[in-house]
């Protein structure tokens, strides 16, 4: 939780930041104080990751070179993910789902200052949340490479990433949950986080 906080400290200061855009002083003094926090932040949390990993790496996590199996992979995870998000804007657009407040914050946020805010989503944010939700999530309650174990860890790690974005047990929460679990899969099977963390920008940054 300590982590989460951290992350969600600097994303508030960043978002802060972006509202002040049209006072350069203020907007300057926030940015400098966000980027400080952004650098303390990352610095930190991959420090705990990788003292994790060195202390106890069962999955033998770690850099895997990228060969054409692993990217052809990596694009069909990326095609999967872009066909939820595709079944969820359908079913919004029919009315049959409301699109969440998280993702109207986000369209709001990118309104005021687009470059800012697609430079967070984007890199930073997919960066944060890969160390914090399957990196040291997994690390510490399911560190055992079992296959029972693993799915579990799948499945968890995805349903918590989707309470981070949605707090209500709805259908909303689903769709981010399975997004999330699609994550956790590429960092179980790839066994290498930077996999997932490209997956997340290719999400984010890819319309």
């Known amino acids: 939780m300590g982590f989460l906080a951290v992350y969600l400290i600097v994303e508030s200061v960043f978002e802060i930041a972006s509202d002040y855009i049209k006072n350069p002083l203020s907007a300057r003094h926030l940015l400098g104080l966000s980027l400080v926090l952004i650098a303390g932040g990352l610095s930190l949390i991959g420090w705990r990751y990788g003292k994790q990993l060195e202390a106890n790496n069962p999955r033998k996590i770690g850099r895997k070179k990228p060969t054409a199996k692993r990217i052809s992979q990596l ?3 990326f095609i999967l993910m872009t066909l939820v998000q595709m079944a969820w804007q359908w079913l919004i ?15 709001a946020a990118q309104m005021k200052n687009p470059v800012l805010n697609i ?8 960066i944060f949340e890969e160390l914090i ?5 997994m690390n510490y309650f399911f ?5 029972l174990n693993n799915i579990l860890a799948v499945l968890v790690s995805g349903a918590i990433f989707g309470f981070a974005h949605e707090l209500s047990f709805d259908w909303t929460w689903i769709m981010y949950s399975l997004l999330g679990c ?7 099977h790839f066994r290498d986080i930077r996999y997932s963390i490209a997956l997340h ?4 940054l890819i319309p």
């Not at 409301?98 to 986000?106: G, H, I, L």
């Not at 430079?119 to 997919?126: E, N, R, V």
């Not at 560190?143 to 296959?147: G, L």
């Open 182 to 188: 699609c994550l956790s899969f590429a960092y179980m």
């Open 75 to 77: 694009i069909w995870l």
């Open 143 to 147: 560190n055992n490479d079992n296959r």
């Open 133 to 137: 939700f399957r990196g040291i999530f």
């Open 119 to 126: 430079f967070f989503a984007g890199f930073l944010a997919p």
């Open 201 to 204: 920008m290719m999400n984010n």
């Open 93 to 107: 657009a029919k009315h049959i789902l409301t699109m969440p407040s998280n993702q109207q914050a986000v369209n």
